[in-house]
């Protein structure tokens, strides 16, 4: 059994272009979270969905964000017209149910905009 | 919003104990858990305990809560070299169940 796995595992992207991040969580998962993490700090929530739907996106920034979890396929993490401020570690994690104690957490993608 | 703190860095020498220490605000906390980061690598849950739990330990590992100080502890026996990473503890509340709160993380250094 793979555990969450996470592409690209680094991503530089030119400054108002679009970034887009993959989450395939682990088999049997069916909750995907989404964690941020700037540089020398800990990890900040962004939005926890299960497949088809958003539970929380409190976390989220209100503008250029956005995030899915199809019915098939992995989960995506969409950033447009990134900005130097973006530049991070987007970590994903999953889970069978919504129990944190059973959460996994994927390698990260690492943006670098220039 | 919730808080955890932790000290950033930490040096301990092969064989010695490592105690690292964090505190949060939020006295809900329902569990509070210990992250391990290697570097360029994601977090690997190491332990974690419930709210009304003092003390846990796993192998090399203890786990400490005084939950009226809001301090938690992870204590590592016999540290070595492989030990050395970032350890980041974190919190889950009732009110925000589907996500957990960090801290900004530890950096323990082993020197051989």
């Known amino acids: 059994n793979a555990g969450v796995m996470q592409n690209p595992r680094h991503l530089v992207r030119r400054r108002g272009q679009e970034a887009r991040l993959r989450c395939s969580p682990m088999?049997?998962?069916?909750?995907v979270y989404w964690y941020r993490q700037l540089p020398e700090e800990g990890l900040k929530f962004m939005v926890y969905?299960?497949?088809?739907?958003?539970?929380?996106e409190s976390g989220m920034p209100k503008e250029r964000f956005s995030a899915e979890f199809p019915k098939e396929g992995p989960s995506i993490l969409r950033i447009q017209q990134v900005v130097r401020g973006d530049s991070a570690a987007y970590f994903c994690?999953?889970?069978?149910?919504?129990?944190?104690?059973?959460?996994?957490f994927g390698q990260g993608t690492r943006l670098t905009v220039v | 919003g919730e808080d955890v703190e932790q000290s950033l860095f930490l040096s301990v020498r092969e064989g010695d104990s490592s105690v690292i220490n964090c505190t949060y605000t939020?006295?809900?906390?329902?569990?509070l858990y210990w992250y391990k980061q290697e570097p360029g690598a994601g977090l690997q849950l190491l332990t974690y305990?419930?709210?009304?739990?003092d003390m846990k330990q796993d192998q090399r590992l203890t786990v400490l809560l005084n939950k009226k100080d809001k301090h938690l502890s992870l204590r590592i026996a016999d540290t070595q070299t492989g030990d050395s990473a970032i350890y980041f503890c974190?919190?889950?509340?009732?009110?925000?169940?589907?996500?957990?709160?960090f801290g900004t993380g530890t950096r323990l250094t082993v020197i051989p």
């Open positions: 994690a999953s889970s069978p149910s919504g129990g944190n104690t059973e959460a996994f």
């Open positions: 969905l299960q497949k088809e739907n958003i539970i929380d």
């Open positions: 305990i419930f709210s009304n739990m």
């Open positions: 088999k049997g998962h069916s909750h």
């Open positions: 974190a919190e889950s509340i009732p009110a925000g169940a589907n996500n957990l709160f």
């Open positions: 939020d006295s809900s906390s329902t569990y």
